[in-house]
């Protein structure tokens, strides 16, 4: 999850721009994960129950999971309605043509490279679609993660 995180961070890097002095607000977002993290290994614990012999305890294995949830989103200024029309039709029409472009590699590889191919396709269309209005625009990623309560593995 680190190195998505870091792959979206690179991507962004290029449109990013210094927010304007006007009032700033979500403009559109996409969640591009949210569950357990599938690159941190998860944390364990045994410790010792009554079993149903008595006087001998039983071990029992607990794990802690972590959770993350990765949001793509722009912000921009509140006061012009059709640039968050214009970023939010960007942004779908990035998350859509990356989509396809991930699928494609996806296919024709059995995975290898797909989500290099998403972040690549989805970052240069979303560049390529906001050029003109970048200057009013703030473009990052949030990255949430905690781990979960002590649990059954």
């Given at each position: 999850?680190?190195?998505?995180?870091?792959?979206?961070?690179?991507?962004?890097?290029?449109?990013?721009?210094?927010?304007?002095?006007?009032?700033?607000?979500?403009?559109?977002?996409?969640?591009?994960?949210?569950?357990?993290?599938?690159?941190?290994?998860?944390?364990?614990?045994?410790?010792w129950v009554p079993s149903s012999i008595p006087g001998i305890p039983a071990p029992r294995t607990q794990c802690k999971k972590m959770r993350t949830k990765i949001i793509l989103y722009v912000d921009g200024p509140s006061?012009?309605?059709?640039?968050?029309?214009?970023?939010?039709?960007?942004?779908?029409?990035?998350?859509?043509?990356?989509?396809?472009?991930?699928?494609?590699v996806a296919?024709?590889?059995?995975?290898?490279?797909?989500?290099?191919?998403?972040l690549a396709t989805a970052g240069s269309s979303f560049k390529a679609c906001v050029t003109n209005i970048s200057n009013y625009l703030r473009i990052g990623y949030d990255n949430i993660a905690e781990w979960t309560d002590w649990g059954v593995c």
């Open positions: 999850m680190r190195m998505l995180a870091l792959s979206i961070a690179i991507l962004l890097f290029g449109v990013s721009s210094s927010p304007s002095a006007t009032a700033q607000q979500r403009l559109w977002q996409h969640v591009l994960h949210d569950g357990i993290d599938p690159f941190t290994p998860w944390q364990t614990r045994v410790d006061s012009v309605g059709d640039v968050i029309a214009r970023v939010q039709r960007c942004g779908d029409d990035a998350i859509r043509q990356g989509l396809f472009s991930g699928l494609g296919l024709l590889t059995g995975g290898a490279g797909a989500l290099n191919s998403f």
